[in-house]
């Protein structure tokens, strides 16, 4: 069974606004990029699959914008280049190499992990939510960003039930941003 991996930005008071932290530098899109590259596939509410397409697919005549820096090309090429399952009631056909999700949500992503692989990523707010219930993800991955926003949306909120994690994983970033990596813990 492949492994379902949560991965968000998230600022010291739990914001996980994608503008809430620090704006990204060269050493966090080398760290996200390698997150990309580690999953077969990623998944995305619509939400988060609209607001990822916008900034990271590719325009049709093949150049990269020109806001984008060569910094930030690596990234771009991976999640552009990565397969995508998008969870959607309105979506009809997404393309940008995504095919839907849909009926009951809880079997479809069960079935997903039952594929060989690596590993599926999940990012955004509200899918990750209902995964963390159904207790389908393996490893939480939060990039702490030094930074009380004070406002937004925060972490997994309205969780029904705690969930008890051990730390796995921490790398500290030049920016003081701390990458903490996590898998819940199982009943003895």
């Keep these: ?17 994608h503008e809430a932290g620090l704006p990204p530098d060269d050493e966090s899109m080398r760290y996200w990029t390698d997150e990309m590259t580690r ?5 995305f509410g619509r939400t988060t699959y609209e607001m990822m397409q916008s900034a990271w ?5 093949g150049a990269w914008p020109e806001w984008m820096g060569a910094w930030q090309i690596p990234f771009a090429e991976a999640i552009d280049g990565a397969r995508k399952h998008v969870v959607s009631s309105t979506l009809s056909a997404p393309d940008w190499n995504a095919e839907l999700v849909r009926g009951d949500l809880e079997q479809a992503i069960r079935r ?3 594929e060989p692989g690596e590993g599926l ?17 393996d490893e939480y991955e939060f990039v702490v960003q030094p930074v009380i926003a004070g406002h937004g949306p925060t972490l997994l909120a309205g969780l029904r039930e705690r969930i008890a994690l051990e730390l ?12 903490l990596r ?6 003895a």
Excluded at 7 to 13: F, K
Excluded at 39 to 43: E, F, G, S, V
Excluded at 57 to 61: I, M, V
């Design 1 to 17: 069974m492949r492994p379902l991996r949560y991965s968000i930005n998230v600022t010291l008071d739990g914001c996980c606004h």
């Design 57 to 61: 697919r590719r325009p049709s005549d």
């Design 182 to 187: 996590y898998r819940p813990v199982t009943a």
């Design 121 to 137: 990523w999940v990012g955004g707010v509200t899918l990750p939510r209902a995964l963390a219930e159904w207790g389908l993800i």
């Design 112 to 114: 997903l992990k039952q």
């Design 168 to 179: 796995v994983a921490r790398r500290e970033f030049g920016s003081g941003a701390v990458a």
């Design 39 to 43: 999953a077969d596939a990623l998944l």
